[in-house]
């Protein structure tokens, strides 16, 4: 049996959806950054090889021989005097006296140019690779054979670079982009975060209507519905009464349907399903014909209403009107005493205003919440009140009067035509 409930398992669909964020994300970002740490190791090694390349090249060119070798062109060059550095070698072919640039950018042992310029000629074609410097450093090298007129090889050029600050920029920017990828994924998993919180936020929205709607529901009708079985268990026990408790049930279920009503339309109106039908409405009609229609309990209910016209719902604009005259109906009265309303229409507004004990103005907002009321009403018809003010651009107002009694003043924007 799952025992979580619909809000743990709302958390814990974030937390999935987030994981599934970052990890996509991440992925996508370690294969970038590998892509960009492979191709800068590659354009590193490829700077190094260019610059062998250009001596080795550079200077068999520079090399005479016509029986002897010549130097003279090498030794006024400006790479004998710069890295990489180079020696030209016999390499075993027959022996002249070798050549050495001046620059020495590494400790490179005579021993192992001497291997590989003898490899090169022995070979005839062009040796390169990565060998162990005097010092130890990793170096690479290359030796390129030189030919004569025949096509015989008689020497060969070795030129030597070391690969420690290629190395140590490859470092930083490995190290960089390591660092800029967990930043980004830090990121991307806060931003996903935020985005499947936002994504969840309906259903969130969903989940609390329902259970808002589930308490109201079970908060408002336990009043009436225990009044509801105890009418009837009276009138069971004593069937001589049951000509006088039927009319006290009937208007109990009567009560029972509107709040019912209440509940639906506000479950509606905050899952955003009810769709408004606005047209134009005379509100000082619609006014008139709510009081005439409501059953007032024996309360005393005048209006005064100028001709005013407002676009609206007729619908919700009746419930709204109704939902105010029968809370000030059932409250607006001092104890024992008769209850007397009065509505006023003019200018887009309804003001219903009554002789009961009024409203603590400081928890005048609280009043049109949940289970907040004025005199034990559940407060949800005067939510409902501000939701259909709310749904068509208005406000709802309440204050108390001097002389006494709340002022409830509902507020619409008056139709242009």
């Not at 390169?128 to 020497?155: H, N, S, T, W």
């Not at 009464?241 to 208007?251: D, F, G, H, I």
């Not at 209006?303 to 939902?323: E, S």
């Amino acid at each position: 049996m799952n025992t979580h409930s619909s809000a743990e398992r709302l958390r814990r669909l974030r937390w999935t959806l987030t994981a599934l964020f970052t990890v996509m994300n991440t992925a996508g970002l370690v294969l970038f950054a590998w892509l960009l740490v492979n191709e800068d190791g590659d354009q590193g090694e490829q700077r190094i090889d260019a610059a062998l390349t250009q001596v080795t090249s550079s200077v068999s060119r520079l090399v005479s021989f016509d029986g002897t070798v010549g130097f003279d062109l090498v030794n006024t060059d400006v790479l004998n005097d710069r890295c990489p550095q180079f020696a030209i070698l016999p390499g075993g072919a027959p022996a002249f006296q070798p050549h050495f640039s001046r620059a020495t950018c590494v400790p490179t042992s005579t021993q192992l140019m001497n291997d590989l310029a003898t490899e090169a000629v022995r070979g005839g074609k062009l040796v390169q690779g990565y060998q162990r410097g005097a010092d130890g450093a990793m170096v690479k090298v290359r030796a390129e054979p030189l030919r004569d007129r025949d096509g015989k090889a008689f020497a060969a050029v070795v030129a030597v670079q070391p690969t420690e600050a290629e190395d140590s920029a490859h470092t930083r920017f490995t190290l960089l982009v390591v660092g800029g990828t967990v930043l980004l994924v830090a990121v991307l998993g806060f931003a996903g975060h935020l985005l499947s919180g936002r994504s969840i936020r309906p259903a969130a929205a969903a989940l609390q209507q329902q259970e808002v709607l589930l308490a109201e529901t079970a908060h408002d009708l336990r009043t009436p519905v225990a009044a509801l079985r105890a009418l009837a268990e009276t009138a069971m026990a004593n069937p001589a009464q049951s000509a006088e408790l039927l009319p006290r049930t009937v208007r109990l279920a009567s009560r029972m349907g509107g709040i019912i009503d209440d509940l639906l339309v506000r479950a509606r109106l905050a899952a955003g399903v009810e769709q408004l039908s606005i047209q134009p409405i005379w509100l000082d009609q619609l006014v008139v014909g709510v009081v005439e229609d409501t059953a007032t309990e024996g309360a005393e209910v005048t209006v005064t209403a100028a001709p005013t016209k407002v676009n609206g719902d007729p619908a919700l604009l009746q419930r709204a009107i109704g939902n105010l005259l029968d809370n000030a109906v059932r409250y607006g009265r001092q104890p024992g005493a008769k209850a007397f309303v009065h509505l006023t229409v003019a200018g887009g507004t309804v003001t219903v205003a009554d002789h009961g004990p009024g409203i603590d103005t400081t928890m005048a907002d609280d009043a049109f919440d949940r289970f907040a009321s004025t005199g034990g009403s559940s407060g949800l018809g005067l939510s409902i009140v501000r939701w259909v003010a709310q749904s068509h651009g208005g406000t709802l107002a309440v204050y108390n009067a001097d002389e006494g009694g709340a002022i409830f003043e509902l507020r619409f924007p008056v139709s242009a035509s």
